[in-house]
């Protein structure tokens, strides 16, 4: 099966001013994604992210390397390939003085829509994304929440095949992010898409992303699922257990999910493939040894570790 | 041009122009206030150094064609501005459109609210002070037009090459270069009085011959014996070459990153 895109050496450099010298911001990344999935590219600001998802979204060209999106080339068949994929950001920007509907409009009649067809789209795009009741409302008057919705009903207007996801909810609330996966996640399962999201967001590629990647200054440095990169390098959640009088006399390293663990004076610390699903099953374990804990501390892995691992 | 997608997608910037000048006040500003008080205070000036009749002519024929032009440009100008300063640049351009659309749409537009500008002060200047603006005929007229709206469009496209390239820090070119252009093309006095060097300069303007296509029907003497073939065989050439400029800026901007900077 053709793969959805397929970059092999892609290298691209920047100059720094006017005469300044040339930075290098991503070198020789080579990746593929199947078609359907949603896959993360991850990593710190500054990793190369951005750079190179504009250049798979023709918005950037190479220096160097082949990438092809959907069979397409992204130089030669830019063309081609901008009717077939479409891109939403963090901090959706908009012309301010259009209203909701009207920048659907706009956008929709620059793929080629117009009439009867435009306006049925528009409609569904308003009653799936529940900007129905915002559809007059101005760009510059909509809320953080409701702009970072337009921006994703905007990438729908062309019913893409391929969407690039640029750090899509950055800067939201909790609620909110939370709320933008679901959507994502709907429009992968409802219709198929495949995505290509970028995030520094350790649990929202978790959550989404069924195959993620990391840049560390330009370069691909590891990629996989979650799980074969937690595997992998031997990480998970840390949880601490204080204990009253000694820790419990328990082999910590058979309880469910502990990955490694450090017992000290009055303290336990587990190293735990996901702690908020182990904890229960821990703690009732800890319970039947009828030693008492008077402090449980919890630290999800984040990013930085996992970062940290694979870099060094 | 396949139709009708092209046509949509000229209509887009046809529309979001429409939209942003109506919602904006100083669109308004743009069209009534300012070439108002353009004719008034020439028209004004004119009386107070009693002039003959041809000569106000020739000056109210410069006050309209610098604000027909200045306002037919604006839209072109301002069709890439308005994205950068939504910062809404790489959405437009992650769309399979060429820059025929941007050029064509936007430029739709200016053209209206060009000859909008150029019936308002045509009247002002007719009822105010005695100008004949009907005495180049309904054909005369079309061509004086028609050449103002080639020589916005070339200071359109020119602009939009540069915030291409330049992004925000272009907007003042929007407004200096059609300045300089009309400085130079004997807007208030003839070509004839400009020093040597500048005079030369004026030539490879286009609008030079225009004006002075316009002006002979009132009895000023022609300086070229082809006016209507060097200023249109100019506007041409130079909307072509702007075209081209554009288009290698536009690839320039996809090389250098301009686009993804002008959206942050």
Not at chain 1, 275 to 291: D, H, N
Not at chain 2, 202 to 221: S, V
Request: glycine share 8%.
């Amino acid at each position: 099966m053709q793969p959805a895109i397929f970059a092999a050496g892609i290298g691209k450099s920047f100059r720094t001013g006017f005469f300044g010298p040339r930075k290098q911001v991503l070198q020789e990344v080579d990746l593929e994604v199947g078609p359907g999935s949603i896959f993360g590219i991850l990593g710190p600001n500054g990793a190369g992210k951005t750079t190179f998802i504009s250049i798979l979204a023709t918005l950037l060209r190479p220096d160097a390397g082949q990438a092809r999106v959907l069979g397409l080339d992204v130089v030669k068949d830019a063309d081609r390939l901008r009717e077939r994929v479409n891109l939403a950001a963090s901090g959706a920007h908009f012309l301010w003085c259009l209203t909701v509907e009207e920048n659907l409009k706009f956008y929709g009649r620059l793929y080629g829509l117009g009439g009867k067809a435009l306006a049925t789209k528009v409609g569904e795009l308003l009653d799936l994304f529940e900007l129905q009741p915002h559809r007059r409302v101005t760009f510059e008057r909509l809320s953080t929440g409701l702009k970072q919705r337009l921006a994703l009903a905007k990438a729908l207007i062309n019913t893409p095949e391929l969407l690039f996801l640029d750090e899509p909810t950055t800067g939201l609330d909790p609620e909110m992010a939370q709320h933008i996966r679901g959507e994502i996640q709907r429009l992968n399962r409802d219709a198929g898409l495949t995505i290509l999201l970028t995030t520094h967001n350790m649990r929202e590629a978790e959550s989404l992303c069924g195959e993620v990647a990391f840049l560390k200054e330009g370069r691909l440095v590891a990629r996989g699922t979650m799980p074969e990169l937690q595997e992998r390098l031997g990480l998970g959640d840390r949880l601490s257990l204080f204990f009253k009088d000694g820790p419990a006399p328990l082999d910590y390293g058979r309880l469910p999910g502990v990955l490694t663990y450090k017992a000290e004076n009055n303290r336990v610390d587990l190293m735990v493939d996901r702690a908020e699903k182990r904890l229960a099953a821990i703690l009732e374990e800890v319970s039947q040894t009828q030693s008492k804990v008077i402090q449980v501390q919890l630290k999800e892995v984040d990013l930085a570790e996992i970062y940290h691992e694979i870099t060094h | 041009m396949r139709l009708p997608t092209d046509f949509y997608k000229i209509l887009a910037f046809a529309t979001r122009s429409a939209l942003v000048n109506r919602r904006n006040v100083f669109a308004i500003f743009e069209m009534l206030f300012w070439p108002g008080v353009a004719i008034f205070s020439v028209g004004l000036l004119t009386r107070f150094l009693k002039l003959d009749p041809e000569t106000v002519t020739f000056i109210l024929i410069g006050a309209v064609s610098m604000n027909t032009i200045q306002i037919a440009q604006l839209d072109l100008s301002y069709a890439l501005l308005y994205s950068v300063w939504a910062k809404s640049l790489k959405h437009e351009f992650m769309a399979p459109i060429k820059l025929a659309h941007i050029l064509v749409g936007a430029g739709t537009v200016g053209l209206i609210r060009g000859f909008v500008v150029f019936v308002i002060m045509g009247f002002l200047s007719m009822w105010l002070f005695d100008m004949d603006l009907a005495r180049p005929g309904v054909r005369g007229l079309l061509i004086f037009l028609t050449g103002m709206f080639l020589n916005a469009a070339i200071i359109g496209a020119l602009v939009l090459a540069l915030v291409l390239r330049f992004g925000q820090r272009a907007e003042v070119a929007a407004w200096a270069f059609s300045y300089l252009m009309l400085l130079l093309c004997g807007l208030y006095y003839p070509v004839s009085i400009l020093p040597l060097g500048i005079r030369e300069l004026a030539q490879i303007i286009p609008l030079t011959y225009f004006l002075e296509y316009f002006r002979h029907f009132y009895g000023f003497p022609l300086m070229s014996s082809h006016p209507l073939l060097y200023g249109f065989s100019q506007s041409v050439v130079y909307l072509g070459l702007c075209y081209a400029l554009v288009q290698y800026t536009l690839k320039s901007a996809l090389q250098r990153g301009t686009l993804l900077r002008l959206s942050e």
